[in-house]
């Protein structure tokens, strides 16, 4: 079975219109992002749950796409979302991976909002109004003791 173009476990319809140099686009971004990581090629590739030549032939652009798994592998070990290597080569921005708190962490130890990709602040609900809790509880400790 072929590779795809875009990521899927087939080849697509339009595997002649992606272009190399959409291609060359997404090595230079995973390169770039290897190294922002710190990682050498083998450790990248361990972290994705490919081979080190798979990723060695992803930052050479040897071929005009890669199964699935090994996209998504690769997005894995970049902090990446699944689909941002479709996202680059149809000219966009790799979207990062969200941290996210642990389930099971303290309400006060979570973040007061998050940063989408987007650039938008959310903020959490739940974390806000504990917050509003203590400073209408300092208030009035203090306004007691003021009085």
């Known amino acids: 079975m072929a590779p795809s173009p875009v ?3 087939t080849p697509a319809a339009g ?3 992606t272009s190399r140099s959409r291609w060359q ?20 590739a361990a972290r994705g749950g490919v081979d080190e030549a798979t990723w060695e032939r992803v930052e050479a652009a040897a071929r005009p796409g890669y199964r699935r798994h090994r996209e998504e592998g690769v997005c894995r070990a970049l902090g990446w979302t699944p689909g941002s290597i479709e ?17 099971d962490a303290p309400l006060l130890l ?11 602040a959310r903020l959490c ?23």
């Open 15 to 17: 595997a002649a219109r």
């Open 25 to 44: 686009a997404v090595a230079r971004r995973v390169a770039d992002r290897r190294r922002e990581l710190g990682l050498s090629v083998a450790a990248a």
């Open 125 to 147: 609900p739940a974390r806000v109004a504990v917050v509003a809790g203590i400073v209408i509880e300092g208030l009035v400790v203090v306004a007691y003791f003021r009085v």
């Open 87 to 103: 996202r680059i080569l149809a000219g966009g921005e790799p979207e990062p991976v969200a941290a996210r708190p642990a389930k």
């Open 110 to 120: 979570r973040p007061l909002s998050t940063r989408h990709p987007d650039g938008a």
């Open 7 to 9: 990521g899927g476990g």
